[in-house]
C-alpha cells in the first residue's frame, strides 16, 4: 500500500501527560486531520481498531508499561501489510480524506513507537512528557493505585521510551510544564516540524494545573517520610527531564531534537 501521499504524526505520552490537550491543539491546525466526536474515550486510536490490543488488556491507566506483551516494535508478528491496510482502513474513517496531514495519539504509543513506525514508514513522533506526580496523583482518577507505585509507572514507561527512542528516525520531544507555560511558541516548533504552517493555538491553555498535585505531594511525603524515601530514590531517571521530588519541582531543562548528539547522551546516559 502506498502510503507516500499521507503524513502519520502519533502523539506519545502516558495517560494524564498532557496528549488530549496536544491532540486538539494539532487537529485544530486547517492541515491536519485527527479524531474527534468518535465516541471513543478521549478520541484515542487504540479503541477505533481491532489490529493490535489496547492498554486496557494490560491492566490500563498506571498499569500497562509493566506488562509483558503491552511494549511493540518491528518484530512483532502484528506487522504485516495486511494488519497494516486493515488498521488504515479502520482508522481512515475518522480522518478527513482531504487533508494529508492525519494525528493519532494512544498512551501506548510511548511503548509502541517502533511498531508504529514499521507499520507506517516515514510517520512522524511527538513526545510529551509530564513530571510523575502529577501524571501519578492525576491517574489515580481512574486507578486506586499508589502513588509510589504510580510514579515507578511512569519511570517504566520513560525508560522503555529512551531505549526505543535511538530506533526512531522523525521525533520531537516536549514537555507539558513548558507547552502550557507557552503553547504559541511550542505549537509552532511542532508545526515546523510536522511541515504545517504554524497558527494560533485556538484553545485556551491553563499554567497552573501541576500546582495541586504538588500540594498533595507536600502533605502525603510530610505525614509519610518513608513515602518520600522511596519515591525518592527514583529521583535519577524523572531528573533527566528536569523533574524533582522538592520544590521548585520543575527546572530548566532543554530536550533534545535527534540531530543534538550531546543532548542526547545527556539523556539517555546521566
Not at 510523575?132 to 515507578?152: C, D, F, N
Request: net charge positive; charged share 25%.
Amino acid at each position: 500500500m502506498d502510503l507516500t501521499d499521507k503524513h502519520y504524526v502519533f502523539v506519545c505520552g502516558l495517560h494524564r501527560s498532557g496528549t488530549s490537550l496536544l491532540h486538539r491543539a494539532l487537529r485544530g491546525h486547517p492541515a491536519i486531520s485527527g479524531f474527534a466526536g468518535t465516541g471513543a474515550p478521549e478520541d484515542e486510536g487504540q479503541h477505533l481498531q481491532t489490529v493490535f490490543p489496547p492498554a486496557s488488556r494490560f491492566g490500563g491507566p498506571g498499569s500497562f508499561c509493566f506488562a509483558e506483551g503491552a511494549r511493540l516494535d518491528e518484530t512483532s508478528p502484528l506487522v504485516s501489510p495486511e494488519n497494516r491496510a486493515k488498521l488504515l482502513s479502520e482508522w481512515e474513517r475518522y480522518w478527513d480524506a482531504d487533508k494529508k496531514v492525519r494525528v493519532e495519539k494512544s498512551p501506548p504509543n510511548l511503548i509502541r513507537m517502533r511498531f508504529l513506525q514499521a507499520m507506517f514508514p516515514g510517520s512522524r513522533f511527538v513526545i510529551i512528557v509530564r513530571h510523575p506526580l502529577a501524571v501519578g496523583y492525576a491517574t489515580q482518577k481512574w486507578s486506586k493505585i499508589g502513588i509510589r507505585e504510580l510514579v515507578e509507572h511512569w519511570a517504566a514507561g520513560h525508560r522503555i521510551m529512551l531505549q526505543d527512542l535511538p530506533f526512531i528516525r522523525q521525533w520531537r520531544m516536549l514537555r507539558y510544564e513548558d507547552f502550557v507555560q507557552n503553547p504559541r511558541s511550542v505549537l509552532d516548533e511542532l508545526c515546523r516540524f510536522i511541515g504545517v504552517k504554524p497558527v494560533t493555538p485556538a484553545e485556551p491553555v491553563a499554567s497552573d494545573t501541576n500546582d495541586k498535585y504538588f500540594r498533595r505531594w507536600e502533605e502525603e511525603s510530610g505525614a509519610d517520610p518513608v513515602l518520600a524515601q522511596r519515591i525518592s530514590l527514583l529521583h535519577e531517571l524523572p531528573g533527566r527531564f528536569g523533574y524533582g521530588f522538592m520544590k521548585p519541582y520543575v527546572n530548566q531543562c532543554l530536550l533534545p531534537a535527534a540531530s543534538d548528539s550531546g543532548m542526547m547522551e545527556r539523556l539517555f546516559h546521566a
